[in-house]
Structure formats: C-alpha cells, structure tokens
C-alpha cells in the first residue's frame, strides 16, 4: 500500500497569512493527488484535485502543486474560514489513501 | 445537485455486523463514469478508505478489511450499501457515503453517520 506523510501536523498562523503544506507518497504517484479540508463535524470538502486542478467553487487563494512523491497545498492570505484540518490523498480510479493531516489554527 | 444520505444503526454490539445504506438524490448511481465508496474515520486511525462499489456490482476492497466487508448497489432504488461483519470496538467510527469521480477523486460526500461499537 502507497504510505501518505504530511508536515507540519499542526500550523499556527495569523489571518492574512500565506500558508503550506507538504505530502509525501512513499512511491510515485504521478499527479493522482487530492486535497480536502474538514471543519468540525463536517464530512471532508475537495479543495483540489490531480495535484493542481481547483474543484469547481473553491476560492482561488487555494493552490497544489507537485508530482511523483512531493506534494504542497498553498493558501495566500488565509481566511477566518480556513482555519481547519487539512488532507492529502493519493488515489486510483477506485481506491486511495489518505494522510493523517494537518490542523491549521489560529496563532 | 447530487447529494447523498447514509443510514444505520448507531450502535452496534461486538461480533455483530453493521449495515449502512447511502441514499443518492440529485444524480443517478447508475452513472457509467462514478464508482461510490465508504470512508470511515477514527480518532486512531484518521480517514481510511474503505471499499467503492461500481453499479454493476463490481467491487474493490481494503486487503485488511476485504474478508468481512461486502458492499453492494439497488439501482432501483438509487441506493448503495456497507456490510461489515464481526464488528470490533475499533471499527468505532464516523462512517461516510462518497461519490468517487474519475481523476477527480470524491468530489460528493454524505453527512457521516457515527457508529459505536459497545456491548
């Protein structure tokens, strides 16, 4: 099974703030990498998808980037509504695996 | 707009199988293109992919879990459904009714549905 890293576990930031996180695949996974945010007590929402590409209604603030092994999810000038736990997730056209997060908070 | 509902017991005794239906509205799950999936998550073990089911049938399981998972469709009732059999306290979890689309992942999610495993 393809293992997924993500870093920092936790993310103190201000609003305004630019802000990045990183994922690792334990192989390559080409560009098969999602994004999701989670506020509490909601299902996961797609942010991005195929490494790079903006689900439809996601603020542009939102960018990925990286292929193969190496992933981020950016967000410029976060938002009060940002501030929550963040996912990557490799995937196939009918299984994948997520990482185990990252909690963006209020600084 | 797509939207999906899941249902099921919220308590499930030990050794004892758990059933959730996930009810799709807004979109057909006969679609040639979606597979639909459970993702359950933990506070031990985070988002974990359970199994997708395609509405022919055709099935892709977890290796760890595949010995007692069994999903399955009723495209009649635009409906598809989680069997997990012998439960144990840590399948205690938020289970999740998905749509998984092709190179975009699971881009539709239901609600969750908590699940406690206790005698």
């Known amino acids: 099974d393809i293992q997924m890293t993500q870093s920092p576990s936790t993310l103190s930031a201000s609003l305004g703030d630019r802000v990045t996180i990183t994922c690792r695949a334990s192989q390559s996974i080409s560009t098969w990498l999602a994004w999701y945010q989670q506020r509490p007590g909601k299902a996961p929402k797609l942010l991005i998808y195929?490494?790079?590409s903006l689900e439809s209604g996601v603020p542009s603030r939102f960018s990925g980037s990286g292929s193969g092994t190496e992933f981020t999810l950016t967000i410029t000038s976060l938002q009060p509504d940002d501030f929550a736990t963040y996912y990557c997730?490799?995937?196939?056209?009918?299984?994948?695996?997520f990482g185990p997060g990252t909690k963006v908070e209020i600084k | 707009q797509l939207q999906l509902q899941g249902s099921g017991p919220g308590l499930v005794k030990p050794s004892e199988t758990l059933s959730l239906t996930c009810s799709v509205s807004?979109?057909?799950?006969?679609?040639?293109?979606?597979?639909w999936a459970w993702i359950r998550q933990s506070p031990g073990k985070g988002l974990e992919w359970i199994g997708s089911v395609y509405h022919t049938g055709s099935t892709y399981y977890k290796a760890s879990l595949k010995s007692r998972v069994t999903m399955s469709v009723d495209t009649s009732r635009n409906q598809f459904f989680l069997r997990l059999t012998s439960v144990r306290v840590d399948d205690t979890a938020i289970y999740y009714c998905t749509r998984l689309s092709p190179r975009v992942s699971l881009d539709n999610w239901g609600q969750g549905i908590q699940v406690t495993v206790s005698s």
């Open positions: 807004g979109g057909s799950i006969n679609s040639n293109v979606h597979y």
């Open positions: 195929k490494a790079s």
């Open positions: 997730q490799q995937y196939s056209a009918y299984s994948g695996t």
